[in-house]
C-alpha cells in the first residue's frame, strides 16, 4: 500500500485557470458521471500545464497546500479527507 496519494482536480465550475500547490496532480474534467479520463499531469520545472482533455489550465502556486487549489472548490475531497 502507497502512504503518497496523487491530488485530483476538477473543473466543475468551469473557470479558465485553477491555482494548484501541486506540481504532480490528477485532473477528472467535471465531477463523476461527467468526469473525463483521469489523467496524470506533471509539471515538471514549469510553471503550468494545460489538461489535454479539457484544455484547464492548471498554475503552480507554492503558497497553496500540495491538495489545495484556487478556486478552492476545484480540489477533489475524498471522504477520508473530509
Known sequence: MTDHVVPHF???AGV???DIGAREFMCIGALA???HPHV???MGAEADIICPYCS???RHDTALDPRAA???E???VTRTEA
Do not use: G
Open 74 to 76: 476545484c480540489a477533489l
Open 40 to 42: 496524470f499531469l506533471d
Open 70 to 72: 484556487r478556486p478552492a
Open 16 to 18: 479558465a485557470v485553477i
Open 56 to 58: 484547464t489550465l492548471y
Open 33 to 35: 458521471p461527467f468526469d
Open 10 to 12: 476538477h473543473n466543475e
